[in-house]
């Protein structure tokens, strides 16, 4: 269990500077004329289109992308009425929330009023200023007027998160425990602890979704809400009972569900024992549930259960609808949050908890065994999928329900832009991925009783980019499967131990091959025990389409049989290996990254062939600079010399090629720089360099590891050129996503006209 303490929590936010957010500038305030644009006089022109036409502020401030989140710190978390300075912690987190998982930037505004007309006029008069309102931690009843005035007399989107966040969030849990335990909404039973802002508006959405108000019992502070209760607001008296009851047990006689938005603590263990059988708890309250999740467990082995804790099983967290609500409400400038938004959004929760769990999720959370079921009824607050699956979710309802300003068409580029916007640009992987699924093709993994491996093939299965066959031990195979609960439907399992018949054909074959390079029939034999042979065998003999090693042996052992089976490709000379560097400045190229140690000029010229043409297929135009450490002979030495004759040949082997050297990578890679200082380069007016050729195999592995860990780069690879067909060799313990992207990239080099496109 993850353990911090008050002082702990105390130094976090007290470290200089102290707070959690700061507000940095997005465009350029170095120069005099950089201040007279922004300040006066140049600021005056948007101000003057901006009065023409207030939309114009859209375009020329940040108000699209900023929203307010708003407290009075009347209802803290759990902790009550604290006070407006006390609330602006949890204000800046939130801040934090929406920029980390959705890219929006954030105001905390903390107001010191408690009369509800008093606050309703401050945050209305706020309307200029924000694209959307987050209203947070105000009490109830206080809160629902407040919501319902704010809705009406304004036109962007506002939502008071812990009323529909909270509701979005159960909803999409209870649709999924209800399929899990197999009961219809329609006749559930349910029991509820709290009467306040999220429980009254969870209890709204759920009549959305089918329950019957009849079949609501509610319990505040000060007992049973029903019809004689005079201390309530119209929203709460809308779920007051006529039942002939009047305590909890009563209650939770045969109830299905106990939802707790309370506080803790409150519910008996031994009145679980009276609700129906698969009895669903969602505990709620912060930070102690109103039941503690061990002893209602320990209690009711049949119980589905839901807390606010990261600490066990069915988090529920409003993290998992905000910023993606909001995301896709500024992204169409919707004039609301309505009803269609908020079920779009619970849809699409539920349904992505029905699919395939991502590796990085299980690494993020130590657990492989994340599958849909009664611990795993909402997707983790940390997958990076909420944003392309609930936004767009969220956008299109608000523009089929008539509340958007601004329609999207392209939704493959939304996706690809809000991505963008978290610094995370996977253009080239997407088309890459759709590609291959247009035309699937058989990918053979050596490792195939790998748990990486299986869970890549799981992904690769569903999303129908490749036919996984898997070599390895059929039994250990079906263990792996069965712990982590992987699905393996639709992948082929070869026991080649147990493929007497085809290992003698692929040994007769590899003998023809190679019996004047001093294999024997025998030698033959022996090596086909081993997977890589075999895989290699079954690319050569056309029974698979790309072959996939190396995640548990070196990179030199793996490539070995590949080189022996299948070879170079016609007219290449050698192989040679690319990273490719997801940026958000776009991608990069970087080779040699791991087979030519330290190449001769004349094998860096071959390089750059196998290199350029790569780059094509990836669909870029390469603009290649020969790295070094000198800038066109600044200093001399054995490895600038060497990246210059390089560059000299290849401009002669490949007369069209945009290429030039030796220059250093900052070079290479600043635009400016090289107008400023080398304008003299065909790369200076090409925005600079998209493809780096590296003197050595050191400098190129290096460049890419470092990008990789400190840059904030993805790094897809090694991508393996020159091959006769295609075969690729990952990197000793690659994750996942890497296993995936390259099966991705081998079926679409794999659908290339000869079968071969690297
Ligand atoms: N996990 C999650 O995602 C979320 C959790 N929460 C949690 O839910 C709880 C309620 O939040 P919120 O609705 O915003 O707060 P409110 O102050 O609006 O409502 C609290 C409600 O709980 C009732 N209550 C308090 N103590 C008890 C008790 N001992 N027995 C029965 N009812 C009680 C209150 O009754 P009365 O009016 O009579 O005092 C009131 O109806 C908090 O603990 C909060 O942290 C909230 C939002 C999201
Ligand atoms: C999660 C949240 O918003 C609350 O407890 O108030
Ligand atoms: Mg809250």
Request: proline share 5%; glycine share 8%; net charge negative.
């Amino acid at each position: 269990m993850l353990k911090i303490n008050k002082q702990d929590a105390l130094d976090y936010h007290s470290r200089t500077p102290a707070g959690k957010i700061e507000v940095v500038p997005t465009k350029p305030v170095s120069t005099q004329l950089d201040l007279a644009l922004a300040y006066s006089p140049g600021v005056a022109e948007p101000c003057k289109e901006i009065a023409a036409d207030k939309n114009a502020v859209y375009k020329y401030t940040a108000k699209g992308n900023l929203v307010g989140v708003i407290s009075n710190g009347t209802a803290v978390l759990g902790l009550g009425n604290i006070g407006p300075e006390a609330s602006k912690p949890v204000m800046e987190g939130k801040g934090v929330l929406f920029k980390k998982f959705a890219g929006i930037d954030c105001f905390d505004i903390e107001i010191d009023a408690t009369d509800p007309d008093e606050f309703i006029r401050i945050v209305k008069s706020l309307e200029p200023t924000f694209g959307g309102i987050n209203l947070e931690d105000i009490k109830a009843p206080e809160c629902f007027r407040i919501e319902t005035a704010l809705r009406e007399q304004m036109n962007i989107p506002l939502m008071h998160d812990d009323q529909h966040g909270t509701a979005i969030i159960t909803s999409a849990a209870l649709l999924n425990a209800l399929e899990v335990v197999g009961k219809q909404i329609e006749q559930i039973q349910l029991v509820v602890s709290g009467a306040g802002a999220a429980a009254i508006s969870c209890l709204r959405l759920y009549l959305a979704l089918g329950v019957r108000r009849e079949n609501v019992v509610v319990f505040d502070k000060d007992g049973l809400i029903t019809p004689a209760r005079t201390d309530l607001a119209d929203m709460q008296l809308f779920f007051a009972t006529e039942r002939p009851i009047s305590t909890m047990a009563e209650a939770l006689e045969g109830a299905d569900m106990f939802l707790g938005l309370s506080a803790g603590n409150v519910l008996a263990p031994e009145l679980l024992l009276k609700m129906a059988a698969d009895p669903i708890v969602f505990a709620l309250a912060n930070p102690d549930p109103e039941i503690g999740y061990e002893i209602a467990m320990a209690t009711r082995p049949d119980l589905i259960m839901a807390t606010g804790r990261t600490d066990h099983p069915n988090q529920v967290n409003n993290v998992l609808g905000f910023p993606y609500i909001f995301r896709g409400a500024l992204d169409v400038r919707a004039t609301e949050i309505n009803e269609e938004m908020k079920l779009a959004a619970v849809r699409a929760l539920s349904d992505l908890a029905k699919e395939a769990v991502p590796e990085m999720v299980n690494r993020a959370y130590g657990d492989n065994t994340l599958s849909f079921g009664r611990t795993y009824l909402i997707p983790k607050p940390l997958d990076p999928r909420l944003i392309t699956t609930v936004s767009p979710a969220v956008a299109k309802a608000a523009m089929d329900s008539g509340v958007a300003r601004v329609h999207i068409t392209d939704w493959a580029g939304y996706e690809d832009d809000i991505r963008a916007r978290l610094g995370v640009n996977q253009k080239l992987m997407n088309r890459m991925t759709s590609a291959a699924r247009s035309n699937p093709k058989r990918v053979v993994f050596a490792e195939g009783d790998t748990y990486k491996t299986l869970k890549a093939a799981q992904i690769l299965r569903e999303e129908g980019i490749a036919f996984p066959i898997l070599l390895g031990n059929r039994n250990k195979i079906e263990r792996i499967a069965a712990e982590t609960s992987l699905d393996l439907e639709g992948c082929e399992i070869i026991d080649i131990i147990r493929e007497e018949a085809k290992r003698e054909e692929y040994a007769e074959l590899f003998y023809q091959k190679r019996q004047r390079r001093g294999i024997t029939i025998y030698e033959g034999r022996r090596l086909l025990r081993e997977r890589n042979y075999f895989g290699a065998m079954m690319l050569e003999a056309g029974h698979a389409d790309a072959f996939i090693t190396g995640l548990s042996k070196d990179y030199g052992k793996s490539i070995v049989p590949a080189l022996q089976v299948i070879g170079v490709a016609e007219g290449a000379k050698r192989v040679a290996s690319m990273y490719i560097i997801q940026h958000k400045k776009g991608p990069f190229f970087f080779a040699d990254t791991t087979v030519n140690i330290d190449p001769s000029a004349e094998e860096m010229v071959d390089i750059i062939g196998l290199t350029a043409r790569a780059v094509k297929f990836f669909d870029a135009e390469p603009r290649v600079a020969v790295i070094s450490y000198s800038n066109f002979g600044s200093n001399p030495g054995e490895l600038p010399d060497k990246a210059r004759r390089a560059t000299e040949m290849a401009k002669q082997r490949y007369p069209d090629l945009l290429i030039d050297g030796e220059m250093q990578a900052n070079t290479a890679l600043n635009p400016e720089l090289l107008q400023e200082q080398y304008p003299f380069s065909p790369l200076a007016a090409k925005g600079g360099a998209n493809t780096l050729i590296f003197p050595n195999v050191i400098s190129g592995n290096i460049a890419y590891k470092v990008l990789q860990e400190i840059g904030g780069a993805e790094a897809i690879g090694p991508v393996l050129m020159g091959m006769r067909k295609p075969v690729h060799i990952l990197q000793l313990g690659a994750s996942v996503r890497e296993i995936v992207n390259m099966a991705a990239i081998a079926v679409v080099d794999a659908q290339q006209p000869g079968n071969k496109g690297l």
